[in-house]
């Protein structure tokens, strides 16, 4: 793919590099709203135009997402927040990644035989957090009332929205497993034959959930902030845990073990969590602060990623050539080593998180990265720690599983093992507001749906593994160390850009890839997201079943032939993937003279950037 290279250097001072681009950078002074949907992006943006700020519109727009991207996200999962608030001039992380039931030991899962966290079902379901971190967002920094950020998830649910195609595809997958198994999930999802690809679909149990919520708020009375804490309270300590507690225990599901558990998560279990307020982890890289949530999250990783990049000449790289993608590669392959041995929740272990951002540690790894691809499992040694991780089991799994499919069993359809995926949303007011939003989880293929609410629980509990003396080591109370991982930049020590995408182990890839071009060569939002891109499996999957793949790495169909030549002539297990499918990202910035301006992802073709 040819690429102008002029000029590409000092942006924004100078125009960025002339490409066709699938839409344009949108340019505006008003306010910009980003997301995986266009629905969700329009939402947003109705929220600025009639007077909201970034973090109602935020809210508003991540609610929507739950409606009409409920295979890739709901309810009852999980949602990292990253925020700049013009008032206080402070960004703050706002954790909804809920933690693990007191019920859920490792002692528990040995008792039932399992050797790892099954990937679906009841047993995997951490106490769902995405509900609180908007809620939490919404009191202390919106303006609006609960009843007005929920407004438009409500309408769309009582009165249908429109399936994306995959929505379908993702219910297919699944069918035998909801016609035999999880008969709730068949009741909401299988009805008069299921959503038709772009047709409307609803979901009113879940509008009647919602709509509780407002009127429990609306009857506390009071302040809005105080009717916010009565939404929170109505879904944590009322009848929203009161329903997932009693399914739980009622309910035997099968899951990816091929067997059927009840969940152990309970009313209680909700009543005592609430999402929490973090500093966020940061990186300089060539004047720009990238900040990232902390170790429970794998975004440290995109910030080892960048640190060992910045020991490269990267401007001088070609940013479609294959020395670029090589030195990329060979740096996420050190950076997620270490996500895999020292990374867990750092209220329950100790992360050594200075020393591995530290400039000796990073010049050290650095110096292992060549001229050609190392494909072993390398992580560091941090303060002398002598790493745990298990490569070769690792692979096992990876192999077993191939060999399983290939048979015919277990086949995906009747163990559920059909992942979902991510959504994002970035929001950036005239205020200068700024939010980068994660969420996932709770997608309709996680768990059975509860019929009283009219949504499934999430399974981000597949992360832990059974054995507490690791960093990332089930226990009661702890998160598991997610994936989710939104962005945002300071430029100059002045608040720039937010951005994000969707994709499990991909998230932190895709986005370093899209901000090293955009720093080092000059491209615009819009233009580092349509350019292709590539990601690795090389390290150990987060998601069950736990595999590995040495050396992997898939770059998109528009790549020359002779770049995928290069890297397989470096040693790289290089493929080639469709000629779209790499990368779901999203992203607004906010430059000196005022402008915003915001780009969306074409791939999928359902997401979406807007504002004026």
């Known amino acids: 793919m040819p690429v102008d290279r ?49 973090f109602d519109a935020a809210a508003a727009a991540g609610f929507a997402l739950q409606i009409v991207e409920p295979h890739l996200n709901g309810p009852g999962g999980d949602c990292p927040i990253i925020l700049h608030s013009a008032r206080t001039g402070a960004q703050q992380v706002i954790c909804g990644q809920g933690p693990a039931p007191a019920g859920l030991t490792v002692a528990h899962m040995n008792s039932l035989g399992a050797e790892i966290m099954p990937g679906t079902g009841l047993l995997a379901t951490p106490v769902p957090g995405a509900f609180d971190a908007w809620m939490l967002m919404l009191r202390d920094h919106g303006t609006w009332s609960v009843r007005d950020v929920l407004s438009c998830a409500i309408g769309y649910a009582r009165h249908g929205a429109p399936m994306v195609p995959r929505v379908r595809a993702t219910i297919d997958s699944v069918r035998p497993l909801f016609e035999s198994e999880w008969p709730t999930s068949a009741a909401l999802w299988l009805r008069n034959g299921g959503p038709e690809p772009n047709a409307l679909y609803a979901n009113p149990t879940l509008a009647d959930t919602y709509a509780r919520v407002v009127r429990e708020a609306e009857d506390a009375g009071g302040s809005r902030e105080h009717q916010v804490d009565a939404a929170r309270a109505a879904w944590y300590r009322g009848f929203v845990a009161e329903a997932v507690g009693r399914f ?58 960048m640190a060992l990049m910045s020991g490269f000449d990267v401007a001088a790289m070609d940013p479609v050539g294959a020395d670029f993608i090589h030195h990329v590669i060979e740096a996420m392959k050190l950076a997620f080593a270490d996500r895999e041995a020292f990374y867990g929740d750092p209220d329950f272990t100790d ?21 050609t691809a190392n494909n072993d499992f390398r992580p560091g ?5 002598a790493p745990r991780t298990d490569y070769a089991a690792a692979l096992r799994r990876s192999q077993e599983l191939a060999a399983a499919m290939g048979s015919g069993e277990p086949t995906v359809s009747r163990l559920g093992a059909s992942g979902g995926d991510t959504c994002h949303v970035d929001v950036i007011d005239r205020h200068g507001n700024m939010v ?30 059974l054995d507490e003396s690791l960093p990332n080591g089930l226990k009661p109370g702890k998160r598991p160390r997610t994936t989710l991982s939104p962005s945002m930049v300071l430029r100059d020590g002045k608040p720039w850009m937010s951005f994000g995408t969707p994709g499990g182990e991909q998230q932190d ?61 470096r040693g790289h297990a290089a493929e080639m993937g469709g000629e779209w499918s790499e990368g779901r990202l999203t992203g607004a910035r906010r430059e000196p003279d005022g402008t915003i301006r915001a780009g969306a992802n074409p791939r999928g073709m359902q997401g979406y950037a807007v504002g004026r």
């Not at 960025?16 to 980003?34: L, N």
């Not at 992360?351 to 001229?371: N, Q, W």
């Not at 080092?520 to 999957?541: K, M, T, V």
Request: neutral net charge; aromatic residues 8%.
């Open 509 to 569: 890839q895709w986005q370093a890839i899209m901000l090293l071009r955009m720093v080092n060569h000059g491209f615009n939002i819009q233009q580092a997201i349509d350019l292709p891109a590539f990601h690795s499996e090389h390290w150990i999957s987060s998601f069950w079943p736990r595999g590995a793949k040495p050396g992997k790495v898939v770059i998109e169909g528009r790549y020359d032939m002779a770049v995928l030549a290069d890297l397989a002539a």
């Open 248 to 305: 739980a225990a009622s309910t035997e599901a099968m899951d990816t073990s091929g067997q059927r558990h009840r969940g152990v998560i309970t009313a209680d279990d909700m009543a005592r969590w609430s999402a929490t307020i973090e500093t966020p982890l940061t990186l300089d890289y060539h004047g720009h602060t990238i900040l990232k949530c902390g170790p429970w999250s794998q975004g440290p990783a995109m910030l080892q990623t």
């Open 351 to 371: 992360v050594p998180m200075p020393t591995l951002l530290s400039k000796a540690y990073t010049d050290a790894r650095r110096a292992l990265i060549g001229p």
């Open 436 to 465: 980068s939003a994660t969420p996932s989880a709770g997608w309709l293929q996680s768990s059975p749906t509860i019929p009283e609410l009219g949504f499934c629980l999430g399974s981000r509990c597949q992360m832990f593994w």
């Open 381 to 385: 040694s941090p303060d002398g720690r």
């Open 6 to 54: 002029m000029a590409t250097i000092g942006f924004p001072a100078k125009e960025p590099p002339s490409m066709f681009t699938t839409r344009p950078e949108i340019i505006g002074t008003f306010g910009a709203v980003a997301s995986t949907h266009w629905l969700a992006s329009q939402v947003g943006m109705s929220v600025l135009e009639r007077g909201g700020n970034a």
